[in-house]
């Protein structure tokens, strides 16, 4: 974990590299990956938004090998506001890495005067694991966290969150966990084929053959996503930048689906038991893609792909 964090931090790394570590680390273990994500999103929000000071100091802490986070879900009963003194109250939900992050950024209210502050993450008296009651991703040290009397460090103004290209333009991040998943997917499900002997059976070929030829197709999808909304045209054009990146997600996230329901029907029943490793990482995709608001972001492409007036193929190209 501590190289991987030091090789996203650095401020050299592009968007592709940084893309192909959460790729390739989600394809060893999803619960990797989503933790690299949400430090490389922690990282991007500090370096925007955050005063100057401290923009010098986190990143170079993260380089070091600490690991951040964004804990953005609330406990429905119990949101989480903030004084004007920076002081917090209620509790996260979904909070990944809890005993592994050192720092996180946490949101604060709702709408226009939603808010993110940066706290101290580590006391694991904050820390409720057992809230974590999921089939997949348990090893991303999941649960729920109590900022009750946390002083908080204020990341940029009210607002900021939601800006684009750094909100849904971030997303291409979660499509390369994503497509890192399906890869180490498909990896579990042909290593357990040629240990029966029946990688060569074309009734599996022809289930598992559709999926590798789209995650192939996907990645530069993906890349492009990634560069379009990391560059000069995604501050230029930030909604299309949202648009391609939560593309990516959705078309990654139906392909996960498709690779789940194919490697189920070629493994068969014995990735069903608890220890089976093709069966874990299946439930641990299944439960990384269920992340909210999939609808919206579908009716948002749908409405920039077919009713902005602009016509399709010109989303087709580098020169949006």
């Given at each position: 974990?501590?190289?991987?964090?030091?090789?996203?931090?650095?401020?050299?790394?592009?968007?592709?590299?940084?893309?192909?570590?959460?790729?390739?680390?989600?394809?060893?273990?999803?619960?990797?990956?989503?933790?690299?994500e949400?430090h490389?999103?922690?990282?991007?929000?500090?370096?925007?938004?955050?005063?100057p000071?401290?923009?010098?100091?986190?990143?170079?802490?993260?380089?070091?090998?600490?690991?951040?986070?964004?804990?953005?879900?609330?406990?429905?009963?119990?949101?989480?506001?903030?004084?004007?003194?920076?002081?917090?109250?209620?509790?996260?939900?979904?909070?990944?890495?809890?005993?592994?992050?050192?720092?996180?950024?946490?949101?604060a209210?709702?709408?226009?005067?939603?808010?993110?502050?940066?706290?101290?993450?580590?006391?694991?008296?904050?820390?409720?694991?057992?809230?974590?009651?999921?089939?997949?991703?348990?090893?991303?040290?999941?649960?729920?966290?109590?900022?009750?009397?946390?002083?908080?460090?204020?990341i940029?103004?009210?607002?900021?969150?939601?800006?684009?290209?750094?909100?849904?333009?971030?997303?291409?991040?979660i499509?390369?966990?994503?497509?890192?998943?399906?890869?180490?997917?498909?990896?579990?499900?042909?290593?357990?084929?040629?240990?029966?002997?029946?990688?060569?059976?074309?009734?599996?070929?022809?289930?598992?053959?559709p999926?590798?030829?789209?995650?192939?197709?996907?990645?530069?999808?993906?890349?492009?996503?990634?560069?379009?909304?990391?560059?000069?045209?995604?501050?230029?054009?930030?909604?299309?930048?949202?648009?391609?990146?939560?593309?990516?997600?959705?078309?990654?996230?139906?392909?996960?689906?498709?690779?789940?329901?194919?490697?189920?029907?070629?493994?068969?029943?014995?990735?069903f038991?608890?220890?089976?490793?093709?069966?874990?990482?299946?439930?641990?995709?299944?439960?990384?893609?269920?992340?909210?608001?999939?609808?919206?972001?579908?009716?948002?492409?749908?409405?920039?792909?077919?009713?902005?007036?602009?016509?399709?193929?010109?989303?087709?190209?580098?020169?949006?």
């Open positions: 974990m501590r190289g991987l964090t030091e090789t996203i931090s650095g401020d050299g790394i592009g968007s592709e590299a940084l893309a192909r570590a959460l790729r390739d680390a989600a394809e060893r273990d999803l619960s990797l990956g989503r933790l690299l949400g490389a999103n922690a990282l991007q929000l500090i370096r925007h938004y955050a005063d000071q401290l923009v010098s100091q986190r990143p170079g802490d993260a380089a070091s090998g600490g690991l951040l986070g964004v804990w953005g879900a609330d406990v429905p009963a119990r949101p989480v506001s903030a004084t004007p003194e920076g002081r917090l109250s209620g509790s996260k939900r979904f909070a990944s890495g809890l005993g592994v992050l050192d720092k996180a950024i946490v949101t209210g709702r709408g226009p005067a939603l808010q993110l502050f940066l706290v101290d993450a580590s006391d694991p008296a904050r820390h409720d694991h057992d809230s974590w009651d999921m089939a997949g991703m348990q090893a991303s040290c999941s649960g729920t966290f109590d900022c009750d009397g946390l002083a908080a460090e204020p940029g103004g009210p607002g900021v969150y939601t800006v684009e290209p750094f909100f849904v333009g971030g997303t291409w991040r499509a390369a966990v994503t497509l890192g998943g399906i890869v180490g997917l498909i990896e579990h499900a042909s290593r357990a084929l040629r240990e029966r002997g029946q990688q060569d059976a074309e009734a599996h070929l022809m289930r598992l053959a999926i590798s030829v789209r995650a192939v197709a996907a990645w530069p999808a993906i890349l492009r996503a990634a560069r379009f909304a990391s560059g000069p045209d995604g501050h230029a054009a930030p909604e299309e930048a949202a648009v391609l990146s939560v593309s990516c997600r959705l078309l990654t996230e139906e392909l996960g689906q498709d690779a789940i329901a194919a490697v189920e029907r070629s493994v068969g029943l014995s990735m038991t608890t220890d089976d490793p093709t069966g874990r990482h299946a439930r641990d995709l299944a439960c990384y893609m269920r992340q909210a608001t999939r609808d919206a972001f579908l009716l948002r492409a749908g409405r920039a792909y077919l009713g902005s007036g602009k016509p399709l193929r010109e989303w087709l190209d580098d020169d949006l």
